[in-house]
């Protein structure tokens, strides 16, 4: 069996690139860890895949309580269930597991778990102190977080949708990038827009996560109840943000661009 160091190099490499400080310096670390233990029993990237839904709805348990240690316990919960999601993938590429069907099962894993933390908190919230209002704007919050995670899915599938119905060539690669904006064209961003930016950051997992653990250690330490007015910021702040970037890619007629993009990327494939 490798090493720790050895395994970082083997499962998690190829990953690193798209990982923020956190995963890589906090959650990559004990995920690694994790990874060498499971490597000594038979589970399956897809084991441990299920294994991070039933995690997600254990969690989701324990905020129906609504109490402050509950929502502390719930918290730290998150970041062990989300490192889970870095282990599925590494115990993946450690027993060459990278299939299709493996990734389509991951995703789905989010969109499962994803908006009943939200929910499962308001309605505990609910239950402890009455206030249905409470309720029905972490089911906004949760509903809305779940189309910002189905934004970027939604607008693959159009272009996938595209590229299917080209003739290719098998024995071409075709490689698949994020077509963004270039650094001088962020780095030219409004302030405005780099606030929208944020505000886009602060309502996508994993950072809803991150931010969950500080408010939630906060909470513990403070008489009134903190989670009433985060389900509030959430239900407005990511209903915001996926009206405005479902609006802005339908004026500005985003997808068509893209579609320009990549059909200038086949022909010169068939060129």
Known sequence: METIRELEIRCQHPRRN????????????????????LLHTPISANGVTLTFIVTGFVICGVFL??????FL??????????????VDGEIARYRDQMG?????????????????????????LYLRYGIFWVFLLSIAAGYSAHLIDAFLDVHYSVLYKRLRGRLLEPAKPVVFKKMESSRDEK???SPLKKCFSGLHYVCTFPAIIYFMLPVSILNFFVRSEI?????????FAATLVWMSRVT??????????????LDEALNSFSG
């Open 73 to 86: 316990i719930g918290a730290i919960g998150l970041q062990f269930w989300y490192t889970l999601d870095m």
């Open 65 to 70: 309580f609504a109490t402050k240690p509950a």
């Open 100 to 124: 299709a069907t493996g990734r389509f099962f991951d995703y789905m894993a989010h969109y499962i778990v994803h908006p009943w933390f939200f929910m499962s908190i308001g309605f505990g």
């Open 18 to 37: 798209t990982d923020d400080w956190y995963m890589m310096n906090i959650l990559r670390k004990v995920s690694v860890r994790i990874t060498w233990l």
């Open 227 to 235: 989670f009433i007015p985060w389900i509030v910021f959430y239900s």
């Open 248 to 261: 802005v890619y339908i004026k500005k007629n985003k997808i068509d661009a893209e579609y320009s993009k």
């Open 187 to 189: 780095n030219a961003a």
